[in-house]
């Protein structure tokens, strides 16, 4: 295991000027960082998927790429040296220019991560600048040299083994005497092309690069200090967890907290590496601990909303003591590629939920396509406007947690209730009209008395 620390900045954490001098703070207060991953900064992801999905008015898609350049200049016009950075950032910004006038003609997932891209690369090069001016000896280095992906567009598949040769080739011995300045979110294939691990995959990026050089440990840097019992913006009395198992964080950040992506702690839990969680903008509050033990196991630990959900109900009274019903569902679903993500089924029907992985915004959508080869097969209804709510514990099939949950719950209509395949988990679908409250009733009954 290497002796040096990875730190990752969300978009918050480099918005501005201010922003990024906190960041290299923190670096210059941890001697053991020696490789930094940084996002896009705050906003700009969003409007570069805008332009993404295409702009077809060229005075709108002109306001957009201004909008993207204002972010940047106003955090280069505070720099020192600042003509270098801005050439660079200025090379990138043409890029965005011919990229999204490309993709008012015809979009494509290729071009739109080849667009979407061009944030963090931006990012770099500001914070490199930022870093070196407070004395800091920092280098950027472009991740798509070491973090290999295959060509699934939107979301693609990391190449581990090739990960992990091209950092022990490249990127550690930079690091040994330089602190390096890299790019979340986003990767090549193996013909060179730009690729991204999907919305949220600077924290999976950062693992991923944690992994593969083998660090003692992964700071992810955001806007709240550490994991909450909820969003203390749905619940104020909403409490920090100081430690927390790679099993529940997992759990809650599969299931919607906002902290950290889903996938974000698989290549960590592989490496045993230990995860923190804290603020950039009040470090000195402290954070979340995430490590495979930990001293404290509640019953009940955390709750998380995902909203966007689609959920999908398959009714077919040939399903009635049938035998290859659901394979057949699952085989179309798999052929056109559609993630599922929950599922309940009754003797003639089949709920489930669609998983939202790639880089476009909105809840998912079932493509017409698979739609009518499923109604071959079945009636087909979708429902949308709807949210998951999760809680995170531990033991959760013990006797007596169905009763605390849902006797709280009577006022609510809840849809497709997923408990028992889980020990750390117990969720089901609400009305996103309702969702807050769903919390709001559900934290003070569990967690405030």
């Known amino acids: 295991m290497s002796a040096f620390n990875v730190a990752k900045f969300g978009g918050t954490s480099v918005a501005d000027f201010i922003a990024m001098s906190r960041c290299a703070a923190i670096i210059e207060n941890n001697q053991n960082t020696k490789l930094v991953v940084s996002s896009a900064c705050s906003g700009v992801t969003n409007l570069l998927v805008e332009l993404a999905n295409g702009v077809a008015d060229a005075d709108s898609r002109a306001a957009l790429i201004n909008q993207i350049a204002d972010i940047h200049h106003a955090i280069i016009d505070q720099l020192s040296e600042p003509t270098q950075v801005e050439k660079q950032v200025h090379a990138i910004l043409d890029i965005v220019t011919s990229a999204s006038e490309a993709a008012s003609y015809q979009s494509s997932h290729k071009l739109t991560d080849h667009l979407v891209a061009c944030g ?9 600048q930022v870093m070196v001016e407070r004395g800091i000896n920092a280098v950027r280095f472009d991740i798509r040299e070491v973090l290999r992906t295959d060509d699934n567009f939107g979301k693609a598949e990391p190449q581990l083994d090739e990960i992990g040769s091209l950092a022990k080739e ?6 040994q005497n330089h602190v390096v300045v890299t790019q979340g979110f986003i990767g090549s294939d193996e013909d060179g092309n730009t690729t991204t691990l999907g919305r949220g995959g600077s924290d999976y990026s950062a693992a ?6 083998q660090a003692s440990g992964l700071e992810i840097w955001t806007d709240v200090p550490g994991i909450y019992s909820t969003d203390p913006r749905i619940a104020p009395n909403a409490q920090p967890i100081p430690e927390i198992s790679f099993n529940e964080a997992s759990e809650m950040a599969n299931f919607g907290a906002k902290i950290l992506h ?3 702690l698989l290549p960590a839990l592989r490496d045993g590496i230990p995860v923190f969680v804290g603020s950039s903008k009040e470090p000195e509050r402290g954070g979340t601990w995430i490590r495979q033990e930990v001293e404290s196991a509640p019953p009940f630990r955390a709750l998380a909303l995902r909203n966007n959900q689609t959920m999908v109900t398959l009714h077919s ?27 309940t ?6 709920s489930l939920t669609l998983d939202k992985t790639d880089t ?19 009636t087909v209804k979708v429902e949308h406007d709807l949210s998951l709510v999760a809680l995170i514990g531990n033991q959760m099939e013990n006797r007596g947690y169905a009763k605390q949950v849902f006797g709280v719950l009577d006022d609510f209509n809840l849809r497709m209730i997923c408990y028992g395949a889980s020990d750390h988990n117990l969720c089901f679908l609400v009305d996103s009209s309702s969702a807050k409250e769903v919390i709001q009733h559900l934290h003070g009954e569990l967690f405030e008395k």
């Open 262 to 264: 889903p996938s974000t």
């Open 120 to 128: 963090e690369l931006m990012s770099t090069y500001i914070l490199t």
């Open 208 to 213: 991923l690069i944690a992994e593969a050089v």
């Open 345 to 350: 089924t009754s003797e003639i029907s089949v």
């Open 170 to 175: 490249l990127l550690v011995p930079l690091c």
């Open 317 to 343: 009274a040939k399903m009635f003591q049938a035998c290859g019903f659901l394979s057949k569902v699952f085989e179309i679903l798999a052929k056109h590629k559609i993630s599922v993500d929950l599922i």
């Open 360 to 378: 476009s915004g909105g809840a998912p959508e079932l493509p017409q396509a698979v739609k009518d080869e499923l109604q071959d097969l079945c």
